[in-house]
């Protein structure tokens, strides 16, 4: 649970979805934090076009660098990340009811009506991170202790 709770309070501390979900295993992933960062930074906000939700993207990369070795990354077999990815998806989904931020905020942020309300209706203080914990929340289930 500490780095669900490292991913909440990178998020509350101004990092994008996809950072904060991220930034936690960077140690582990052989990245240093400012690399998880520079990685990161595109894909919230659904990659700025409020498409797929940062935080699973942000979980979903997490999964490839933690699953996928040197036989993976050169096009061997990636069934062990697809699988992973599959059940990761799932499982959010079960949890958030959408993979991409219309459907777990409710707005089109790609558009500025959709854009206005999530900021009056504050949904970035206040959904967004029950997206955060969902993909670090089932990142710690899905990935073996260290």
Same mark, same amino acid.
């Given at each position: ?10 998020? @509350? ?5 996809? /950072? ?11 990245? *240093? #934090?400012? /690399?998880?960062?520079?990685?990161? #930074? ?8 409020? #498409? ?7 979980? +979903?990369? &997490?999964?490839?660098? =933690? ?13 062990? &990340? ?12 079960? /949890?958030?009811? #959408?993979?991409? %931020?219309?459907? +777990?905020?409710?707005?089109?942020? @790609? *558009?500025?009506?959709?854009? =206005?309300? =999530?900021?009056? /209706?504050?949904?970035?203080? *206040? *959904? %967004?991170?029950? =997206? ?5 929340? +089932? ?8």
């Amino acid at each position: 649970m500490d780095r669900v709770n490292e991913a909440l309070g990178l998020f @509350r501390d101004g990092y994008a979805c996809s /950072q904060a979900v991220l930034m936690p295993y960077a140690d582990d992933l052989r990245l *240093t #934090s400012d /690399q998880a960062a520079q990685l990161g #930074s595109g894909f919230g906000g659904g990659m700025r076009l409020g #498409s797929a939700c940062g935080a699973a993207t942000g979980a +979903i990369m &997490v999964l490839g660098l =933690a699953l996928c070795d040197e036989d993976c990354a050169a096009g061997g077999d990636r069934d062990s &990340v697809k699988a992973a990815v599959l059940e990761f998806g799932r499982r959010f989904v079960e /949890q958030m009811g #959408s993979l991409d %931020c219309e459907g +777990i905020l409710g707005c089109d942020l @790609r *558009t500025p009506e959709g854009a =206005a309300r =999530a900021e009056e /209706q504050k949904l970035f203080e *206040t *959904t %967004c991170p029950d =997206a955060v914990r969902a993909a670090a929340t +089932i990142l710690e289930d899905m990935l073996p202790s260290e």
